[in-house]
């Protein structure tokens, strides 16, 4: 008997559309129930992770999981670019951003900026690359209220629609980069299940239509 494929799937922001994408036909797979974490499918051949999205890259890259699902601003930000990455998916796609106060006063100067985020990687990065000195607070919830208490100058953050920014009086300075959810593989599953594998992801391509087959 074939052992299942495992895929690593995201809670959080995307975890709602990507349901809704797996649901459709002929996929069809279900919602996860109550509070498990691990849900078997013998009649697809899968075994379903349900984790944070930050873990996801780590579950695959050390073979937890065969395949997985994650936003490419999580792959950037835990250095897993490299992972073997077939498919992108439509849904869930926003921008990282440089935010600051609609409304405010220029950050003092004479000392680096601070910058809120849970990104400190890619903030430092882009900071670094213009040769702007910035202090990064890492934060892991809730970035969008450091300025107002003063814990920072700047957000480094996701916007989507921009209501969350503009209910906590931000607005977006500059596009850091655009983000949008992808399917990785483990290199080992490639090597040991390659005809599985390279099935699984033809059908999710199938499923996402014509310009992904």
Known sequence: MTAALTLALPKGRIAAPLADFLAR??????????????ADV?????????????????????????????????????????????LEFPFGRCRFSLLAPAAGEPPPEGRALRVATKYGKLTRDF???????????????????????????????LVDTGETMRANGLAEVEKIRD???????????????????????????????????
């Open 25 to 38: 036909p002929p996929l069809s797979l279900g919602a996860f129930e109550g509070r498990r974490l691990v």
């Open 42 to 86: 013998p009649g697809k051949g899968l075994r379903l992770l349900l984790l944070k999205d930050f873990d996801v890259p780590t579950y695959v890259r050390r073979g937890a999981a065969d395949l997985g699902i994650v936003g490419s601003d999580v792959l950037a930000e835990k250095e897993c670019e490299d992972l073997p990455r077939p």
């Open 127 to 157: 900071f670094e690359e213009r040769g702007i000195a910035a202090e990064i607070v890492p934060l892991a919830g809730s970035v969008e209220l450091a300025p107002r208490m003063k814990l920072a100058d700047f957000v480094a953050d």
């Open 179 to 213: 983000v949008a959810p992808q399917l990785i593989v483990n290199r080992g599953a490639i090597a040991r299940r390659r005809r599985e594998v390279f099935a699984f992801v033809g059908l999710l391509a199938r499923m996402l239509g014509p310009d992904h087959s």
